[in-house]
Structures are given as C-alpha cells and as structure tokens.
C-alpha cells in the first residue's frame, strides 16, 4: 500500500506508530510544523526509521498548527489512500477543501472527541462540513464514533483501532511488589509512604487545582507529584494558601526518569477538564496503576471501569476526587486487583497492535 498522512507535529507516539505501520506499507508523512511552541522540544522524536517525512514549509497560526499552500503539491501525487489526522488545523482543512474540489477519496483520522453542549453553531456547521465529506473514518472507539456521526459521519464506515502511545515492551509483565516500590521512593528521595502521580501541562484545563484542594482531606503521608513544566503562579499560591506541603510539582523529565515515577507510584490522578484522549492513562495503566479520572476524558470514558480500573469521577469536584483516592489507597486488596485488571486491560493497547488494526482497516477501505 501506498498511503500518504497529514498531521500536525512529530509527537513521540505519532514517530513510533509511523515506524511501526511504515514497516509493512510505503508510508509519507506530512507534517505542519517541526515543533509546539506551548511543548517542551525534548518531548518530540525525530528518528523516522521506516516512513518518508516532509515538514511543509508555511505560516505559523497556532502553538501546534500553520497553514501550508505546499500541502496541494502533496495531494496531486499518486497514492493508494490520503488520510488527514488534522481536519481542525488550516492545512487540515485546505487539504480536505482541495480533495473535495477534486473528487478524490480520503480518511479523516480521530484521536477522540467531545460533543459540546452549547456550541457555536457556526462552528458545529463548519466542522460537519468537514468531517462529512470522508469516504471513511478512523476512531479510537465508541466515544469518538459518536462524536464523528454527531458531525456526519457514517456509521457503517467508522472503523475502530487503539489508540495508545506505549509499546509491548513498555507494559510491566506484573504489578510492582510493595517492597520494590518504597526502594523506588527512596531513590527518587520521597519522603510520603504513599503517592498520587498526576502529569500535564500546568494549564486550566488539567484540572490540578481540584487535585490541590481535595489534597485537605489527605493525610500528610500520602504526597502528590505533579510533572509537567514550570507551575503558574496561580498553582503556587494554591500550594502556599493550603498549606500543602505534601504537594511537589516536579519539571518536564525524559521518559526513562518518568518511568521511575510511574513505578513508585500508587494511583495515578488525571482530574482534567477536557482530554479528547489522555496517553498518560494508558502509560498509567502499562505500569499496573489504579486510575481515576473524570468524565471528561476520553480515554478515561473507553479504558476505565469503575472498581475494576479505578474511576470516573465529575469534573470539578474535589470531594468525590479526594473520596475516591481515600477509598484506593486505604484498601489494599483492590488496589492489587486494579493493578493486575490494568495491565491485563492495556496489553490490547500498544503501538505494535494499532498499527496492525490500521493496516486491516485501510485493506478493507481499499477492497471497498
């Protein structure tokens, strides 16, 4: 197969997917820019092993998008498939407007969605023109599907895949002993007997200020690390006026030192406002963690079960947040039963296997 695929910037698991899936097709890649500006440059990948990469040249509109008139260059070539892992992005949308003009077939992929409630209706009529007019779709499960019919899609011609950004190698093969994981915390110099790892970027919509306040009714023991940049001003006077000396909000770190947190820790907390997916839950989950997360959050929505993989919990609510983690790290047993759920869970989660499912669905799109 012969596929060509617009996206937006080399995210990490983006870089290992493409090299997985360019192994058994002859794949090109687009991409808008070469890095976020709101995103750490350690945190992007760079090694395009198996996979043709092209940075369009265009103007920068966006943290992570730019509008690129070379993109059309790219879509008058010969493939077997397009498919636009931005439709929201200007190039995305010039892509999809070009392809149109022209008659030629193409996917929109999605990572996951979230209908709003009290939409702009300009908005709602924008992106239904856009997303309507693919011959096919690509989501990461049923939330998305039915964000993508919501905005026309058709039913019969979404196809499923699993989205995740860790491979086989990255899922623990049991869960972490209790002994392993206080040598773990002494190394990194943790002091608490038990700790709560949440990871983002220090922005509104993660929702730490509600992991903050539901930290009162902690007890000192248990520690809360937050990782993911420099904190705002705004999470720092929340830490002075609560008086929360068991809160430590840790700067971005590479992905082996990450996984050391990963493993010391007992819960893994995403109290976010709005994630279409959150990687962080799978990551979570491959390290044998109980989860809870809000109803907010995609990926929390497909891979989360409440008391078998942790819970799902309403947005902003501090109370329920601070209820649950009680609940979790004062009962042992299942903690040890969400930890063996978990990896269990994830192992049909990895790079390897969506690529694979990728491949079968743009076989069966091709033979359709």
């Keep these: 197969m012969k596929i060509l695929f617009l996206t937006n910037i080399p995210s ?3 870089v290992d997917f493409f090299n997985e899936l360019g192994k058994k097709i002859d794949l090109t890649v687009l991409f808008e820019r070469k890095k976020a500006d709101n995103r750490d440059e350690k945190w992007l990948k760079d090694k395009f092993n198996h996979f043709k990469s092209i940075y369009l040249s265009g103007f920068k509109i966006s943290d992570d998008s730019s509008l690129s008139l070379e993109v059309i260059n790219w879509l008058k070539k010969d493939y077997d498939l397009i498919v636009i892992g931005g439709y929201s992005t200007p190039t995305g949308m010039l892509a999809i407007k070009y392809l149109n003009f022209k008659g030629i077939p193409f996917i929109i992929n999605s990572d996951g ?18 997303i309507s007019t693919a011959s096919a779709w690509l989501s990461t499960g049923k939330k998305t ?7 026309g899609a058709n039913r019969d011609m979404i196809f499923e895949y699993p989205f995740t950004s860790i491979k086989e190698e990255d899922i623990l093969k049991e869960p972490i002993s209790k002994n392993k994981k206080q040598t773990l915390k ?3 110099n943790i002091e608490e007997k038990k700790i709560i790892l ?8 993660k929702g730490f200020d509600i992991l903050l306040k539901s930290a009162k009714s902690l007890n000192n023991n248990i520690g809360i690390y937050i990782i993911g940049g420099k904190p705002t001003q705004k999470y720092l006077e929340l830490k002075n006026k609560l008086k929360l000396n068991n809160v430590h909000f840790i700067d971005f770190m590479n992905k082996e030192k990450l996984k050391r947190y990963y493993l010391s820790a007992d819960l893994f907390v995403l109290p976010t406002r709005e994630d279409i ?4 839950i799978n990551e979570a989950m491959a390290n044998g963690l109980p989860v809870i ?3 907010k959050c995609v990926a929390g929505l497909e891979l989360i079960e409440d008391d078998k993989n942790g819970y799902i919990i309403p947005v902003d609510n501090e109370t329920i947040l601070s209820e649950k983690i009680i609940k979790i790290l004062n009962d042992i047993d299942l903690m ?21 499912k990728h491949i079968d669905i743009l076989n069966k799109i091709i033979q359709n």
Aim: no cysteine; proline share 1%.
């Design 12 to 14: 990490p698991y983006r």
């Design 186 to 188: 002494r190394d990194l």
């Design 277 to 280: 997916w959150g990687l962080v």
């Design 336 to 356: 040890e039963k969400i930890s063996e759920n978990n990896l269990k869970k994830i192992r049909d989660y990895t790079i390897q296997k969506m690529a694979k």
């Design 113 to 130: 969605g979230i209908i709003k409630e009290k939409e702009n209706k300009l908005k709602y009529h924008l992106k239904k023109h856009l």
């Design 198 to 205: 949440s990871i983002g970027q220090f922005i509104e919509r």
């Design 293 to 295: 997360t809000t109803d």
């Design 145 to 151: 599907n039915e964000y993508l019919i919501y905005y």
